[in-house]
């Protein structure tokens, strides 16, 4: 079992979700009404009692769920790692299990097993497998929690002994190297309980990284609420999962789509305070992933590909003095990213660029590797100041991206120190 490169996580910076499962066919309806907010949690808010909400399994069968097809889109959306919902808040695995029978292999006549299947072709395919494990919620084990039901009469040890302990251990040994396990909402669970989780992954597989939602403070790195974006960098690994529009899982009413602008957008703000955007697709009931969807990922992979040595592997940048409300700073060591919107606002399409002390040694557009003229001088205030002239076609474009080649490895904004 070959592992994944050790700094992978730091690299990667841009990962793609996939919420997958039993709801996925409902698209957020039930019973001709409509769920408030996120169609995975349909059950839970429209109250829909396990017996009930189990038999949708018999109609499970996502026939356009096609996982090299999937892994392929990933590699051309330019994500670099993939994270599935094994098992979500419902309890319904997508995987083979022998502990519990309530899974996609023996509860359906396909008989499928979708994560070895998305396992496989992301291993084909050079992508980070990683798996989400809704490790204290679980309705349909009678002694899981229930977000927003009284848990107190619960055996939750039995639900950790029977159920999530033995199917984390199926999983981190049946399918390959896992990159990441994808913890979510610890509600109460106990300090030693996270503990003991944590433990066993790293028992399986020592380099499997934990997520910021084991509970306790226990995770790997920083998990930011969902699509919560921090205001400033952060000094340790963080990452934001953050969905296309409102809800994860498949919502056919749901048409509050960002613009790949506004993905880009978000996407450089993360990479400049030195985060990971885990950006979700929700599939339909057959395994369809939305048109938007598609469009809107399609887009950001066209400007990744062109632009990706801005933003793969990319460090954190000091916050700079002025409000740049269009420009965003992602960094190399001796190169300096500038990521800039709508580029015709600026007069004589000059950027330009006060207090930041180092010296330009080259500059070019990233798309079709394009040299410009630059200029570093200082103000009448000694501050430093760069321009940067851009080519005419610059006009009418929505971002480009400038490579500045400094003297300096490192970031030297002005004024340094307090
Ligand atoms: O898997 C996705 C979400 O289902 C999961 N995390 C992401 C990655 C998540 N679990 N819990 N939460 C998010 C917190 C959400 C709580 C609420 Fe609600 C959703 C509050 C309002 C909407 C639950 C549903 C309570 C009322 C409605």
Known sequence: MSSYPKNW??????????HFGLYSLLGGEYKGKVTPFFSEWIMNDMNIPPSEYEQLAAQFDPFEFDADKIAETALRWGTRYLCF??????????????CSDYNSVCRTLSQRDYVSELAEACQKKGIVFCLYYSQAQDWHHPDGYVAYHDNQNKNFRRYLDEKCLPQLTELLTGYGPIGMMWFDTPMGMKAEECKEIYQLVKKLQPECLVSGRIGNGLGDYFCTQDNRLPAFPLKRKWEIPGTLNRSFGYKKSDTNWDSAETVIRKLVKIVSRGGNYLLNVGPDGNGKIPEESTKIMDEVGDFLSEN?????????????????PDIYFTHKPHR??????HPGQFPELTVALPNIANIPQSAKILSGNRPIAYNYRKT??????????????????TVVVICVETQEADVRFEPLGS
Do not use: M, R
């Open 9 to 18: 996580f730091l690299d990667a910076k841009y990962g793609l979700f996939i």
């Open 85 to 98: 919902t094994a098992k979500h808040h419902d309890g319904f695995a997508l995987f083979g299990s022998s």
């Open 308 to 324: 990706g040595e801005a933003f793969y592997g990319a460090d954190a940048v000091p916050p700079y003095v002025y409000e740049t």
């Open 336 to 341: 300096l990213f500038l990521t800039v919107f």
């Open 380 to 397: 009448l205030e000694n501050d430093s100041y760069w321009e940067f002239f851009l080519p005419p076609d610059a006009e009418n474009q």
